[in-house]
T-cell receptor, first 114, second 112 residues
Framework: DAGVIQSPRHEVTEMGQEVTLRCKPISGHNSLFWYRQTMMRGLELLIYFNNNVPIDDSGMPEDRFSAKMPNASFSTLKIQPSEPRDSAVYFC????????????FGDGTRLSIL | QKEVEQDPGPLSVPEGAIVSLNCTYSNSAFQYFMWYRQYSRKGPELLMYTYSSGNKEDGRFTAQVDKSSKYISLFIRDSQPSDSATYLCAMSTYTNAGKSTFGDGTTLTVKP
């Protein structure tokens, strides 16, 4: 069974550019989570969806960040405009909430904003 | 104060040692307790998953939950160099089982 798939694995771009991160959750999972991980702040929950609907976006740092989940098999996290302080590893995770199952993570996107 | 506290380490032990990793928490509503292992440049990988109090064993790994003390532990027996990683504890409430609160992780090195 395929795990959570994230793309790209690495992204290097200049400040001010738009960045789009992509995630394909595990088939059949009904919740999807976006996290950011840095040495200073650890693993931070940015937003999560249940059945494609955003439930809690209180972790989104500011309006430059947006996330969408147009269907059960795809989600995007967009940063526009990007800033150097957005440099981090961004993880996507999915779970099956109805079965009280824990989250399964992708391998992340390592983002560097120059 | 964070809801979940975890000693960041780093922790270094010789091969074959017993390792004890711990987390404390403040939210008494937490019912689900997880341990994740994260290798460098990889995503967290679920290692152990327990519900409420008690012990759970899986091979060389044992997870303990003491809800009265708001304290959870992960024990690794006969540690191996391949166990070198960062270990994150995570917890969630019954009503929001999908949304977990993570500790900051403990970095473990097992030396051959």
């Amino acid at each position: 069974d395929a795990g959570v798939i994230q793309s790209p694995r690495h992204e290097v771009t200049e400040m001010g550019q738009e960045v789009t991160l992509r995630c394909k959750p595990i088939s059949g999972h009904n919740s999807l989570f976006w996290y950011r991980q840095t040495m200073m702040r650890g693993l931070e929950l940015l937003i999560y969806f249940n059945n494609n609907v955003p439930i809690d976006d209180s972790g989104m740092p500011e309006d430059r960040f947006s996330a969408k989940m147009p269907n059960a098999s795809f989600s995007t996290l967009k940063i526009q405009p990007s800033e150097p302080r957005d440099s981090a590893v961004y993880f996507c995770a999915s779970s099956l909430v109805s079965e009280d199952q824990p989250q399964h993570f992708g391998d992340g996107t390592r983002l560097s904003i120059l | 104060q964070k809801e979940v506290e975890q000693d960041p380490g780093p922790l270094s032990v010789p091969e074959g040692a017993i390792v004890s990793l711990n987390c404390t928490y403040s939210n008494s509503a937490f019912q689900y307790f997880m341990w994740y292992r994260q290798y460098s440049r990889k995503g967290p990988e679920l290692l152990m998953y327990t519900y409420s109090s008690g012990n759970k064993e899986d091979g060389r790994f044992t997870a303990q939950v003491d809800k009265s003390s708001k304290y959870i532990s992960l024990f690794i027996r006969d540690s191996q160099p391949s166990d070198s990683a960062t270990y994150l504890c995570a917890m969630s409430t019954y009503t929001n089982a999908g949304k977990s609160t993570f500790g900051d992780g403990t970095t473990l090195t097992v030396k051959p």
